[in-house]
């Protein structure tokens, strides 16, 4: 199908080009009556395309909706994601990835007050006993474990 709208959107630009060639050679040796004909074969043409545009997109959204339906049932069958928990230990001691998220956040608040926080990267460094993080990609910060 695809195929035949190439062949009609060519067969367009090709009596397009045509038409704008002869459309310039009347022009320049045609009177002012001649010039309103001239302007109606311009709108013509430009109609023309217009259409076989037209048939084309028309064309190619009806294939986009098929895949996408096709993908919409493969979403459904899906399977829940896992849930994971990170605990670090060290020196008879032991801390989880989310209390160390909830402590720097907590010390961006009392830090940058204000700011808003979008984005938080956590270092955690139990030799020192300090969780060190950088928020919005410019505070930077400690607290301690």
């Keep these: ?5 190439k062949v009609t959107v060519d067969d367009v630009k090709k009596s397009a080009a045509s038409a704008a060639t002869t459309v310039k050679s009347a022009v320049a040796s ?3 009556t001649t010039k309103k004909v001239v302007d109606e074969v311009k709108k013509e043409v430009a109609t023309k395309k217009i259409a076989a545009k037209k048939t084309v997109a028309k ?3 009806a294939k986009k909706t098929t895949a996408k339906k096709t993908t919409a049932k493969k ?3 899906k399977k829940k994601a ?3 928990t990170a605990v670090v230990q060290y020196q008879d001691r032991e801390f989880t990835e989310a209390e ?3 402590k720097a956040q907590a010390q961006f608040k009392k830090d940058y007050k204000g700011k808003t926080l979008e984005e938080l990267n956590i270092y955690i460094k139990p030799e020192e006993r300090k969780i060190y ?3 919005n990609k410019d505070s930077v ?4 474990l």
């Design 75 to 77: 979403a459904t069958t």
């Design 133 to 135: 993080y950088v928020a």
């Design 82 to 84: 896992v849930t994971t």
């Design 141 to 144: 910060g400690s607290v301690e």
């Design 100 to 102: 160390c998220l909830k």
């Design 1 to 5: 199908m695809v195929t035949n709208a």
């Design 59 to 61: 064309k190619t959204t």
């Design 30 to 32: 045609a009177p002012a």
